[in-house]
């Protein structure tokens, strides 16, 4: 039997203290936590193996810098989920807002549902599959780690993108800045098939198209000015 | 044989031979100046300032024989683990990448053996600063390289940085040269290439964001460490208002004098106001909120001396913190290595171009053979040798005003010696009781 907290009734630092508590214990036992009513920071800084279930929308930063955890939200998150996440699993069954995953250094995020603008940003290592939309300027300054997108994608997508890897089935409104689309070879097929069947997708990597930097903004020349 | 008298040959003023000097590099070159440190330019400093001194209606405590404390505590608002430091001086957010990793240890060393805490800065915890440094603070930049939650937990407190002095509203960028293997590793980026800081944060716009920002680094630390908010000297009064508002225990407020690894030399000597011009404003925004000396207060930008630091602490300021001038007393521009400037096409005192890693003193470089250079130990033993003669004329200063502690300086011991720093510090013009702006007049 889970645990649930009922957030009606208790405060998020009881909350996140039981959740840290039994994350470092390493037991990795799971948990419920009902009412959520849209709290901020839920969920986060948890460190060590532990299944965690939200039923219901969270607010800003739900499972910020996770590590080993695996969190679900049985709905929508709040800008930042899953921001600089450096490992385990974190499931969105709804949609995301802001900054998903920004600035991620591991783990896989997995939105069931769209994501809004900045999907990625300045991402460090995470991977991050959406199964709707994201919205613009996602993967902005994205340094490593791999965005799948199995709908469409908003404006200047990966601009000023460094060694992150895009992956997009649908279609690309805008590219960014020294964001190119590139071929698509036999290893980042097997890089997409695996994310995808981890993340329970139901998409064949032959469909989606490759993007990534094209390197010419890595160090800085005036003849670019007009790019920076 | 008769001359005809002639007019001495006469320079611009406006086109001097340093404007000409620059308009002839840029037309050669094709991109701005980039250098480090903070605004060259003169303006309204310290300098401007004097204290009164003991008269018949107030005495001096006698110097060596009278209490003059020096400690301050940082962090009192919510954190249930304030910083206690023996003196009021910190050393600021400086990173390895722009410095050495010897440098990164010589401050953590000097500031521990003075009692002190240093500061990371954008570019990760090394092992070497947190090992050497009694108290760390642990900057939370927009670029959020090396950003972890372990390392934030092994902090001491957590700096969250809006803006800095140097330029208020940029970003940064460590050029490639200086990106070795291991700083590329911490940053999560490849080796030689330039790594840009951004100028926002990645995941969240205004005060009401940050609040909530700073909810989430307050619930995966237990809430345990002070939070400072790290403000450029653009808008002191509202920045410092809407960080207290935001749940910061500390707002460090940098003027345009305050240092930086690299940026534009315009972006330098054109943007943000001069730290005296800041202080007043920001202490006025925490006296309307009922929060002076409840969130407290850092100033820095141009801090050299015992007597600037006991200037602003009477301005309203718990602490001050030094950039610039630790690194002069690590050995930074020391005239030992004129000959090494002068190659650089620059002279001791004026060697900026820290970007380029190729500093003669070992500070401002990833190079190994420059870096052998500084000692770390014999480095941290002049930094702590410095902030030791710097709280000692402090407290020269205080006594002869006849405080038992720094903290009781205040704005009735100054005086102004320009209308501009008068109306600035809004202390009175010397031998006058006015000041421009002061009400009732």
């Known amino acids: 039997m889970p645990t649930t907290l009922d957030m009606a009734t208790t405060e998020l630092r009881e909350v996140n203290t039981t959740l840290q508590a039994a994350a470092k214990a390493q037991v990795n036992e799971?948990?419920?936590?009902?009412?959520?009513?849209?709290?901020?920071?839920?969920?986060?800084?948890?460190?060590?193996?532990?299944?965690?279930?939200?039923?219901?929308?969270?607010?800003?930063?739900?499972?910020?810098?996770?590590?080993?955890?695996?969190?679900?939200?049985?709905?929508?998150?709040?800008?930042?989920?899953?921001?600089?996440?450096?490992?385990?699993?974190?499931?969105?069954?709804?949609?995301?807002?802001?900054?998903?995953?920004?600035?991620?250094?591991?783990?896989?995020?997995?939105?069931?549902?769209?994501?809004?603008?900045?999907?990625?940003?300045?991402?460090?290592?995470?991977?991050?599959?959406?199964?709707?939309?994201?919205?613009?300027?996602?993967?902005?300054?994205?340094?490593?780690?791999?965005?799948?997108?199995?709908?469409?994608?908003?404006?200047?997508?990966?601009?000023?993108?460094y060694e992150a890897r895009l992956f997009v089935r649908g279609t690309v409104k805008s590219l960014g800045?020294?964001?190119?689309?590139?071929?698509?070879?036999?290893?980042?097929?097997?890089?997409?098939?695996?994310?995808?069947?981890?993340?329970?997708?139901d998409a064949k990597?032959?469909?989606?198209k490759r993007y990534g930097s094209a390197r010419t903004l890595y160090n800085f020349h005036i003849d670019n000015a007009a790019s920076y | 044989m008769d001359k005809t008298p002639q007019t001495l040959p006469r320079q611009s003023w406006t086109f001097s031979n340093e404007t000409n000097s620059e308009i002839r590099r840029a037309a050669a070159t094709g991109i701005y100046d980039i250098r480090g440190g903070g605004a060259k330019r003169r303006v309204p400093h310290f300098d401007d300032l004097l204290f009164l001194g003991a008269s018949i209606s107030r005495?001096?405590?006698?110097?060596?024989?009278?209490?003059?404390?020096t400690s301050v505590t940082l962090g009192t608002r919510f954190a249930k683990k304030p910083i206690e430091l023996k003196i009021p001086i910190t050393i600021a957010g400086m990173s390895f990448g722009s410095l050495s990793a010897n440098a990164k240890e010589a401050l953590g060393r000097g500031a521990s053996a003075a009692g002190t805490s240093t500061t990371t800065g954008d570019g990760g915890m090394t092992n070497e600063e947190r090992g050497h440094s009694t108290q760390l603070v642990y900057q939370y930049l927009p670029s959020r390289?090396?950003?972890?939650?372990?390392?934030?937990?092994?902090?001491?407190?957590?700096?969250?940085?809006?803006?800095?002095?140097?330029?208020?509203?940029?970003?940064?960028?460590l050029l490639g040269q200086k990106i070795t293997q291991r700083v590329a590793d911490m940053r999560s980026l490849p080796v030689g290439i330039?790594?840009?800081?951004?100028?926002?944060?990645?995941?969240?716009?205004?005060?009401?964001?940050?609040?909530?920002?700073i909810l989430e680094l307050r619930e995966i630390t237990g809430w345990e460490k002070p939070i400072y908010v790290k403000i450029g000297g653009a808008r002191p009064y509202y920045d410092t208002a809407l960080a207290v508002k935001a749940g910061a225990d500390v707002v460090v407020l940098d003027g345009m004098q305050g240092g930086t690894a690299a940026t534009q030399d315009v972006f330098i000597e054109h943007v943000g106001q001069p730290t005296l011009a800041c202080i007043r404003p920001a202490v006025q925004?925490?006296?309307?909120?009922?929060?002076h000396r409840k969130v407290q207060l850092i100033v820095s930008g141009g801090i050299r001396n015992g007597a600037d630091v006991a200037k602003a602490l009477a301005l309203g300021a718990d602490a001050v913190s030094i950039g610039t001038a630790a690194l002069i007393a690590l050995g930074d521009n020391d005239p030992k290595w004129e000959a090494e400037y002068q190659k650089l096409g620059s002279t001791a005192g004026a060697y900026d171009d820290w970007h380029e890693g190729r500093d003669p003193a070992g500070i401002t470089t990833q190079d190994p053979e420059l870096m052998k250079r500084l000692d770390p130990i014999a480095a941290g033993r002049r930094l702590r040798n410095y902030l030791n003669v710097m709280t000692l004329e402090c407290q020269t200063i205080a006594r002869a005003c006849g405080k038992s502690h720094v903290h009781n300086l205040e704005p009735e011991d100054l005086c102004a010696l320009t209308m501009e720093a008068a109306a600035m510090a809004r202390v009175p013009l010397a031998g006058t009781d006015w000041y421009p702006g002061k009400p009732g007049f």
């Open chain 1, 30 to 161: 799971p948990y419920v936590i009902v009412n959520p009513r849209g709290s901020h920071a839920m969920a986060c800084g948890l460190d060590g193996p532990l299944n965690v279930t939200v039923k219901g929308s969270t607010g800003y930063y739900t499972a910020g810098m996770n590590k080993e955890a695996s969190i679900t939200v049985e709905g929508s998150a709040g800008p930042g989920v899953a921001e600089n996440m450096m490992s385990g699993t974190v499931t969105i069954l709804g949609d995301a807002s802001q900054y998903a995953g920004a600035t991620g250094h591991g783990g896989l995020l997995n939105i069931k549902g769209n994501a809004s603008s900045r999907c990625g940003i300045s991402m460090k290592g995470i991977d991050i599959v959406v199964h709707g939309n994201i919205g613009h300027m996602s993967a902005f300054m994205a340094q490593r780690g791999n965005l799948v997108v199995l709908g469409d994608a908003g404006d200047a997508l990966g601009d000023s993108l």
């Open chain 1, 177 to 201: 800045a020294d964001c190119i689309e590139k071929e698509m070879r036999a290893e980042h097929i097997a890089i997409l098939k695996e994310l995808l069947e981890r993340a329970g997708a």
């Open chain 1, 205 to 208: 990597p032959e469909e989606f």
């Open chain 2, 59 to 69: 005495y001096p405590l006698e110097g060596y024989r009278e209490r003059c404390d």
């Open chain 2, 145 to 173: 390289y090396g950003m972890n939650p372990d390392d934030l937990r092994r902090a001491d407190a957590i700096e969250v940085v809006v803006g800095q002095g140097a330029k208020p509203g940029g970003g940064g960028m």
């Open chain 2, 194 to 213: 330039d790594q840009r800081s951004a100028c926002r944060h990645p995941d969240w716009t205004g005060p009401d964001d940050l609040e909530i920002k």
């Open chain 2, 285 to 291: 925004a925490l006296q309307d909120l009922g929060m």
